[in-house]
């Protein structure tokens, strides 16, 4: 009997890149269960604004999670969105740096820098290209 052919292992730089995101992802899932909480029991200034945050924190948290499901079974279309996203990380991260929370932002600039470092790295790009994934 034929053997089946070995699965060819994910290089560590995608493998780190699909961690991240499904991170991120699972992150946002608690801070979008927070604001639903929030939107529930607190008195809003705009019911609209705190509805849309929600709302927008709720597809980030899926967007990411797809983006990682995608990158995990190689599907290369994923790996420009989520450069995308990773380096926004770095412009809200300053924002928070100037806005007088830099113990949150220093670590949301590393975070999206590494995000980014390890999708754009050779050894992902690779990857993904030799994959049959669309």
Do not use: C, K, N
């Not at 991170?23 to 509805?51: E, F, N």
């Amino acid at each position: 009997m034929p053997e089946a052919p070995a699965a060819v292992r994910s290089p560590a730089t995608l493998r780190w890149a699909v961690g991240l995101l499904a991170a991120q992802a699972a992150g946002l899932v608690v801070v979008t269960v927070l604001l639903v909480y929030a939107d529930v029991v607190a008195a809003t200034t705009t019911v609209q604004g705190a509805i849309g945050l929600t709302i927008f924190t709720a597809l980030m948290a899926a967007l990411l999670g797809l983006f990682a499901w995608s990158l995990h079974r190689r599907r290369r279309w994923a790996r420009g969105p989520s450069i995308v996203l990773q380096l926004l990380l770095v412009p809200i991260g300053w924002t928070m740096v100037s806005g007088g929370q830099p113990a949150l932002g220093v670590p949301v600039i590393v975070l999206g820098l590494i995000g980014a470092g390890t999708l754009l790295a050779p050894a992902t790009r690779e990857a993904l290209d030799a994959s049959d994934g669309v």
